[in-house]
């Protein structure tokens, strides 16, 4: 079942998707996709590029960054950056569970200024918490 969880009027994040959820994400207005999951993280989950068909067919915009357990690398949060501000609309990005996409997010916007309060309310709106990535929040604010 389609999760959708909106963060704010341009990104929503949710656990993983399907090809045959895609009509359904562009029904709800979502213009690009971003796949915050590598392949192969679970057995029988869909790839990409199953994925990336189904959005390219449906004519949404596609974008793999995945994030594994290695965690987060500044490409990482340029790439994030750069899918949401290249889409033209509204982005549903997704991993396993949501978290990492959120959490991808929040560096991005947090690098681009945004306020670490502010976005820490609007990942707990969506169900997660922000908490722990506080301090990395604050340091790419200050451009560290």
């Known amino acids: ?7 704010d009027d341009t990104v929503a994040v949710a656990p993983q998707i399907a090809p045959e ?4 994400i562009a029904a709800a ?32 915009r596609y974008t793999a960054i995945p994030v594994t357990q290695a965690g987060f690398s500044h490409p990482q949060v340029d790439a994030m950056a750069a899918a949401l501000a290249d889409a033209g609309g ?3 990005a997704y991993c396993r569970s949501g978290t990492r996409s959120c959490n991808l997010w929040a560096l991005a916007a947090a690098k681009a200024g945004g306020d670490a309060d502010t976005l820490g309310a609007q990942a707990a709106g969506a169900g997660y918490d922000l908490t722990n990535l506080r301090p990395v929040m604050d340091a790419l604010a200050r451009g560290a």
């Not at 079942?1 to 963060?7: A, C, K, S, Y």
């Not at 959820?21 to 359904?24: G, K, N, P, T």
């Not at 690009?32 to 449906?58: H, K, L």
């Open 21 to 24: 959820d895609i009509a359904a």
């Open 90 to 92: 509204p982005v549903l």
């Open 29 to 60: 207005g979502f213009v690009g996709i971003v796949n915050n999951r590598p392949d192969g993280e679970e057995p029988g989950q869909p790839t990409g590029d199953a994925i990336r068909a189904a959005a390219a067919a449906a004519g949404l």
């Open 1 to 7: 079942m389609l999760d959708i969880r909106r963060i």
